[in-house]
């Protein structure tokens, strides 16, 4: 079935340094990849997403990059600030037009200042 | 002025009770979800409703049963509920079934 596998499990990085998280997915003909932000007692946020017709896309100190060849794609975020952590999702949308999200398994980012 | 709102944010239960969670939304959106979260915070999808018909189904135990009344409601009930029922519930919405997700702030299940 799909699969969406996200790593690393946690992350931490000294404030102003960047942060790369990496997913991979099994379903080729996935379209659809959205990253979700998570801070503690809320439910997750978007913070990005792109399509599979485009390979990277930017906004402001976060961007996201799309290999559709590899099936993977990864998020990045530069100039990190304490109020970056919290747990990041990424997703892909299946195939098919019910638009179920498969979503990958979390990391945890710390920023510390 | 809250996107999507479910209440209760807490419930605490004993095994077997039946238990029920709300959720609305105010975006005018056509799609709603139910996902759970577990204690790793691995996030699955349960169900999705688009325009008050039911378009997924995953493999659920069918003590949960969704009800949306009108497409911005989808109410979550949960029949003898269980110890593994314990986890944190989502209700999200997206204006199709393409479009990217609200989530509400959760509702943390706790079953004793």
């Known amino acids: 079935g799909e699969n969406v596998e996200q790593h690393p499990s946690t992350l931490s990085v000294q404030e102003g340094d960047s942060a790369v998280i990496k997913c991979t997915y099994s379903?080729?003909?996935?379209?659809?990849f959205p990253w979700y932000k998570q801070e503690l007692g809320k439910g997750p946020q978007l913070i990005i997403d792109i399509r599979s017709n485009v390979g990277e896309k930017k906004d402001q100190r976060i961007a996201v990059t799309l290999n559709k060849t590899a099936k993977h794609f990864s998020l990045h975020i530069t100039e990190t600030q304490p109020e970056d952590s919290a747990v990041y999702f990424c997703?892909?949308?299946?195939?098919?037009?019910?638009?179920?999200?498969?979503f990958g398994q979390g990391t945890t980012l710390q920023v510390k200042p | 002025d809250t996107a999507v709102s479910q209440t209760p944010k807490y419930l605490v239960t004993q095994m077997g009770n039946d238990k029920s969670i709300k959720c609305e939304q105010n975006?005018?959106?056509?799609?709603m979800y139910w996902y759970k979260q577990d204690s790793k915070k691995f996030l699955k999808i349960m169900f999705s409703?688009?325009?008050?018909?039911?378009?997924i189904n995953e493999t659920v135990p069918n003590r949960f049963s969704p009800k949306s009344p009108d497409k911005a409601h989808l109410n979550l009930h949960i029949n003898s509920l269980e110890l593994g029922d314990s986890a944190v519930y989502f209700c999200?919405?997206?204006?199709?079934?393409?479009?990217?997700?609200?989530f509400g702030n959760g509702t943390r299940l706790t079953v004793t």
């Open positions: 997703a892909a949308k299946g195939s098919s037009n019910t638009g179920k999200l498969i």
């Open positions: 999200a919405s997206s204006q199709t079934s393409i479009s990217p997700l609200h």
């Open positions: 409703y688009n325009n008050k018909e039911l378009i």
């Open positions: 379903d080729s003909a996935s379209n659809y």
């Open positions: 975006l005018g959106h056509d799609t």
